[in-house]
Every structure is written in C-alpha cells, then in structure tokens.
C-alpha cells in the first residue's frame, strides 16, 4: 500500500508549521540564554533584605 | 468533507483563493528583509562604536529585537499601504498585492512583533533603549507611513529619520545614556536618505505619480529634484566629512569620507546639470549609477566607523 502524493497545500502548511516552529523553538533558546546570562553577570546582586536575610 | 475542501472554503470566505494561501517566506517577506539588513548593519555599527563594550550575547539579541522592531515597522507599513504598493512596479510584488496575506493579517503581525521586541529590548538591555524603538516604529507608521507619505513632497525627508534612528538605537543598548555621537551617524542616514531615493524616483518615472505619492519629481518638478539632490549631497559632504573629525572617526573614516564624497558630489553635479533629454537618450544612466554608488556610500562610511571602534583596542584606530 502507497500513501498518497499530499497535496500542495499541505507541502505549505507543513513549511509555515515548521518555520513557526522553528521560530518558538529559537526564541526560548533566546531567552534562556538572556536569562543564563544576566543571572551570571558580574553586576548580579542579590537584594539587601535577601542578603539580610542569608 | 476532505480538509482540503474545508481550508478552500475558509480561505475563500476570508478574501483569499486558496492557491495563494502565504507560505512562510510571504510572513518573512513582510518584515522587508532588505531594509531589515541596513538596520541590523547600522545598528550594529552604534553598539561596536558606543565607548561602553556589551556582553556578546545580550550585543546579539539587541540587534536582534531591533531588527525585528523594523521589520514589525514594515508589516504596518505594508498593511497600511497596501493600495498604493498594488499600482507601483516596484511594490506590486509584495505580499498583500499579490493576494498571498490579507491585511489584517500584517497588521496583527505588524502589532505583534512590534510589542514583542520593544518589550523584549527593554529587558536584554536597557528601557530607555526599548523607548528609542517604539518611538522609531511609532515614527515610521504613524508620522511617515499614515501622515507625511502621502501629504507631503518632503516625504523622503522626514521619513528618512526612522531608517536612522537604529544606530542610536544600537548606541544606547550598549551605553545607557545619550550623547552626541550616535546622533551624529543619525545624521548621517538622514542626510543621505532624500538623494538616495530622489534619484530612485527621477529613474523609475511614472511609479509614485500612478501611485499619487507626491514626490518631489512630482510636485516641484523633475528640475527641482535635481537641484535639490545637488543642495543635499553638499550638506552630506560637510557632516560626512566633519564626522572624520570627532570621537568616532579617524584616518581611515577620513580617507573613506573624502574619496567617496567627492564621488557623490561629482555624481550630484552631473544630475543637476542634465535635463530631461538628455536623462532619457541614455535611459537616465548618470541617475542610475548615482543611485548606485549611493547605497556603497552609506555602506563605506559606517564600515569606516566600525572599524575605527575595532581599532581602538590596538591602539590604531581613531585620532590616538
């Protein structure tokens, strides 16, 4: 049994689907990394009643 | 019912025939990928020349949320001018003429991504940062696109100052805070922007008069445009050249100022002296080649700027 040739119209849904994707997929990359790298900077502080607190 | 006769159906009742239904390059397309790149290059240029060095990766998502600031710009514009792209050669193969998005679709793209990376640049770096692009955007859809496009023939002018603002953009994300300079590599866009596109506009004749966009060739006449080229291209002279001469400059920004200002000013010269006749026997080459050498021109002189600031570390670039 063959599958059939799918249509043209999903061949381009199935690119906009994966170029949206793709395109959530970087942006949480994006933001993780921002995250990862303003947590680690060295101008990074801990509020004084956080550090009061410890 | 196949999914296939469904999406027809939808698509039809939403203004679209189903074969032209967008693909993703029609949503991409609609963030002027092209303009996008003098953006991220212009901005790139003011965050490298900015005294303050930026973190490598926040230095990426800024250039990033700026360029899909101007890209959100873009949208509105294309959704908003969606009638007048339809009759110009140059625009009719855009998206929304083409039939291939609708417009409410590049305005709530357009609306989107416009918040998205205003918010987005004000968190990776700074606010006042994030404020300087959503005034760019605002400046862009409403002031030029909505307002001055169509009403007045100092259009290209004042629309000029959204496609300059990136640098300062770029500035402030790496600094914080505001000073002379970058207003200086504004300047420079903003200057060179009215002959780049009057030029555009002698050549490609009859596209912003079918369009009914008063251009100046339109309005004053295609012998003041050629005047008014000449008057800006001086101007452009003295600012590129004075720039030479301040924290961002150097020798080698000197020496590319000099060289392609005389270029340009030659060029502006041969237009301003040419009539319509003459433009015409050789399909307005001098027009053309002016127009040409227009976008190096913008190209050199911010390179020669990044390159002064990538110097500096060495102790070669800039006036020592």
Known sequence: ?54 | MSDIGYSSAQAQSAGRPVEAEASFGDYFALLKPRVMTLVVFTAFVGMVAAPVPIHPFIGFCAILFIALGGGASGALNMWWDADIDAVMKRTRGRPIPKGNVLPQEALGIGLTLSGLSVMMLGLATNWLAGAMLAFTIFFYVVIYTMWLKRTTPQNIVIGGAAGAFPPVIGWLAATGSMSVEPWLMFLLTFIWTPPHFWALALFMRSDYDDAGVPMLTVTHGRRATRIHILVYTVLMAVLAIGTAFTAVGGPIYLTVAVVLNALFLAGAFRIWRRDETMAEADNFRVERRFFRLSLIFLFAHFAAIMVEALLKPYGLGGWG
Do not use: C, I
């Open chain 1, 1 to 54: 049994m063959s599958f059939r040739e799918p249509h043209e119209l999903h061949r381009r849904r199935f690119g906009r689907n994966l170029g949206v994707g793709l395109v959530l997929g970087a942006f949480v990359a994006l933001v993780f990394g921002l995250t990862v790298v303003k947590v680690t900077n060295t101008d990074f502080g801990m509020a004084p009643v956080q550090q009061e607190a410890k």
